[in-house]
């Protein structure tokens, strides 16, 4: 690819972005004053100075534009640096180090995804005057998780349906979700940064604790194999 392609590939994404920042902003205005049912597409379309068919190719739905794209504020760097914590371990085995990366990802990424203080207040407003829109910051869909099981599945050379990685994304999963829950409770002073060490830190203290395995039930009788019945 040329230097040509590739700066003018950059610039057409940074105006993506712009233009998906900008709608973002509109509806998230138009939300504060109006609530979620106060006004149309077509109001966030007006103000925004796009068609109809433009906004539909950035968001599916008002609530979407209201939370904005996340793509926009997570660069691929981040994920680089994931990705590159894992090459120093044998293919196949889990990195002795992806706790600690895991953290510093959650951390990294939350550090992109944060708006200025102006723009953090308006959407913890809106968030108030619509708690539904809560369900969609809090529920991770499953393409999202499908999509970090596979970076986590290639960072340490294993399927994805191996039990650390799908134990990972349900963890990390659950400490984004009650981090972000507490984040946007009315009331709350503290950083997302400071709420998401004290939630990573509980979860690796419960883990961490010695724990036997219990036997197996004396009760339990297996089912016979196909040889045994023959």
């Known amino acids: 690819m040329s230097e040509s392609a590739t700066i003018g590939g950059g610039l057409r994404e940074r105006k993506r972005a712009a233009t998906r920042a900008a709608i973002t902003a509109v509806a998230r205005s138009l939300t504060s004053e109006r609530g979620l049912n106060g006004y149309t597409v077509e109001d966030v379309c007006e103000q925004a100075g796009i068609s109809r068919r433009t906004f539909f190719n950035y968001f599916p739905t008002k609530e979407d534009a209201i939370l904005g794209h996340v793509d926009d504020e997570l660069p691929e760097d981040v ?17 002795a180090s992806l706790l600690q990366d895991l953290l510093q990802l959650s951390l990294s990424m939350s550090e992109r995804m944060s708006s200025s203080e102006e723009e953090t207040r308006q959407l913890i407003g809106v968030i108030e005057k619509e708690p539904q829109l809560m369900l969609k910051i809090i529920g991770a869909t499953e393409e999202r998780e499908a999509h970090f099981a596979q970076l986590l599945a290639r960072r340490e050379g294993v399927p994805a349906s191996h039990p ?66 023959s």
């Open 164 to 229: 650390v990685v799908r134990m990972a994304v349900v963890v990390m999963g659950n400490i984004a979700r009650h981090t972000s829950l507490a984040y946007f409770s009315e009331g709350n002073t503290r950083t997302y940064r400071d709420l998401l060490l004290e939630n990573f830190e509980a979860a690796r203290l419960l883990l961490s604790q010695p724990y036997s395995r219990p036997a197996s039930d004396p009760h339990h009788t297996e089912a016979p194999s196909a040889e045994g019945q």
């Open 79 to 95: 994920f680089e640096e994931f990705l590159r914590g894992g090459q120093g371990s044998p293919q196949g085995q889990i990195s």
